[in-house]
């Protein structure tokens, strides 16, 4: 609840900002809504139900084998599924995706490897660690935002911005990637565009 209240007063803070000053292109409002919900998305990723899932996931470091095997069966593994998408940190995401205050369209943790410990909704892959949204920020060292696409498993227009994990000692725990909608504003970018 903590958490919802600061979201809140940080957006009304941003919006009245995104009024006095109209944006003109995809990249502007990329910048502004990354603002919006920096501070929601940097709190949570440290937040102690965050933080203590990351390291109990980085004990377990089944190995690449192991990783791959998963990851082959994801699709069809409704134990392994539950165990990421049914988990008290996987309900805070919900409850962030399901705000309309918010623009997220989908969030997930991933541990050092880039397995999945809790997402929503339900992403094609198990294993994130070959793709961008996970290596950026560990080539960088910091926060990554990366192109916006077509995300069929959100069903929107989205750019991942993506939030280095670290524990105490200064090691990489694990990476928070959050989808955010730009659907709307895409498709008014795009029809400009064409006129």
């Given at each position: 609840?903590?958490?919802?209240?600061?979201?809140?007063?940080?957006?009304?803070?941003?919006s009245?900002?995104?009024?006095?000053?109209?944006?003109?292109?995809?990249?502007?409002?990329?910048?502004?809504?990354?603002?919006?919900?920096?501070?929601?998305?940097?709190?949570?990723?440290?937040?102690?139900?965050?933080?203590?899932?990351l390291?109990?996931?980085?004990?377990?470091?089944?190995?690449?084998?192991t990783?791959?095997?998963?990851?082959?069966?994801?699709?069809?593994?409704?134990?392994?599924?539950?165990?990421?998408?049914?988990?008290?940190?996987?309900?805070?995401?919900?409850?962030?995706?399901?705000?309309?205050?918010?623009?997220?369209?989908?969030?997930?943790?991933?541990?050092?490897?880039?397995?999945?410990?809790?997402?929503?909704?339900?992403?094609?892959?198990?294993?994130?660690?070959?793709?961008?949204?996970?290596?950026?920020p560990?080539?960088?060292?910091?926060?990554?935002?990366?192109?916006?696409?077509?995300?069929?498993?959100?069903?929107?227009?989205?750019?991942?911005?993506?939030?280095?994990?670290?524990?105490?000692?200064?090691?990489?725990?694990?990476?928070?990637?959050?989808?955010?909608?730009?659907?709307?504003?895409?498709?008014?970018?795009?029809?400009?565009?064409?006129?």
């Open positions: 609840m903590k958490l919802f209240s600061i979201a809140l007063s940080l957006l009304l803070i941003y009245n900002v995104l009024l006095a000053n109209p944006i003109e292109t995809e990249a502007e409002y990329k910048e502004a809504i990354v603002k919006q919900h920096r501070d929601l998305l940097v709190k949570f990723s440290q937040s102690k139900l965050v933080v203590s899932t390291l109990a996931a980085n004990e377990k470091n089944v190995g690449i084998v990783i791959m095997q998963l990851d082959a069966n994801w699709q069809l593994n409704r134990k392994l599924q539950k165990s990421v998408m049914q988990t008290s940190l996987t309900l805070q995401i919900i409850a962030f995706i399901k705000n309309p205050k918010f623009d997220i369209a989908e969030m997930m943790v991933l541990d050092k490897n880039g397995v999945l410990v809790a997402v929503f909704p339900k992403p094609t892959d198990y294993w994130q660690g070959d793709e961008d949204k996970f290596q950026q560990i080539r960088i060292n910091g926060d990554y935002i990366g192109p916006t696409k077509w995300d069929s498993s959100a069903s929107t227009y989205q750019f991942f911005y993506c939030i280095l994990i670290k524990g105490e000692d200064q090691k990489v725990i694990g990476v928070l990637v959050t989808g955010l909608d730009v659907t709307k504003q895409y498709l008014e970018h795009q029809s400009t565009q064409n006129e």
